[in-house]
């Protein structure tokens, strides 16, 4: 994972790409990075067929023409010619005078049409609860293929997570460590000693026990190897019940809640 904010580093990068396996990146046009992120995927040797990546469309782009145009822009930057998933980054559209539902759909259309063309091999989107899909459902022809959204120990919207499954829509979770206030709870510390493990690997470990596709970001090279090393346990069905149960709905990042 990547973002804005001093959330990118070349060295972390490569790092990540050379030493610890790493192949799914994840950025944004809003991050400001993924011409960076050609250098680094270059400098790694990484080969283009063996990485999937992730970019997004930020809503100042949404609308038909500019949103095509954003994508290859972004294809552009990254130096690739086609994208593993693109997605829509909000589901506010900032549009004076049209309403967002009518303008996500103009958007999303521009992305089928991306996704039939194989400039985009999947397209999905980010932050959208379940009224966002079902209008996408209504108004579209692709469902879409990811939709990526806050999944911490502190929020955890199983409904959402449960429409994605039922709808055959991936669901990623982003900020798993809840910008690092998990990594201090008294109750993950615990469950970290049981099993001879970090805070933060028990966050990751829960949620890709849960289900969901889990995207951490750190720009410290010791970071990043210690949120790979979760292949090799499993947490108890009773480990999983108590780190569940820490859910208070609490946002780290965006609340897409009272978004129409």
């Not at 559209?93 to 194989?118: F, M, Q, Y």
């Not at 990623?172 to 970090?198: F, S, V």
């Amino acid at each position: 994972g990547t973002s804005h904010h001093g959330g990118y580093s070349h060295r972390a990068v490569v790092y990540a790409l050379q030493e610890c396996g790493i192949r799914h990146i994840d950025t944004a046009k809003r991050y400001g990075c993924e011409s960076q992120l050609a250098e680094a995927i270059q400098e790694s040797g990484v080969q283009r067929e063996e990485l999937w990546l992730t970019t997004k469309l930020w809503p100042g782009d949404y609308g038909y023409q500019t949103a095509k145009q954003a994508c290859l822009d972004s294809c552009r930057r990254l130096g690739v010619k086609y994208l593993d998933l693109y997605l829509m980054h909000w589901p506010d559209c900032i549009s004076p005078g049209r309403s967002n539902r009518e303008v996500r759909a103009e958007t999303w259309r521009a992305l089928e049409e991306l996704h039939d063309k194989g400039v985009c091999r999947a397209i999905g989107v980010s932050n959208f609860l379940i009224q966002h899909l079902e209008e996408l459902k209504e108004d579209c022809s692709i469902v879409p293929h990811v939709n990526q959204a806050e999944y911490h120990p502190f929020q955890r919207p199983q409904e959402l997570v449960d429409y994605c499954q039922q709808q055959g829509i991936v669901f990623e979770g982003y900020c798993p460590l809840a910008k690092g206030d998990a990594l201090t709870h008294p109750t993950i510390i615990q469950l970290a000693n049981k099993h001879g493990r970090t805070p933060s690997q028990i966050c990751i470990r829960w949620s890709i026990q849960n289900g969901v596709v889990t995207i951490p970001k750190s720009t410290k090279e010791k970071r990043i190897l210690e949120n790979c090393q979760v292949l090799d346990f499993s947490l108890q069905d009773s480990d999983l019940r108590i780190l569940n149960a820490l859910h208070d709905g609490r946002h780290m990042s965006w609340d897409p809640t009272y978004v129409v």
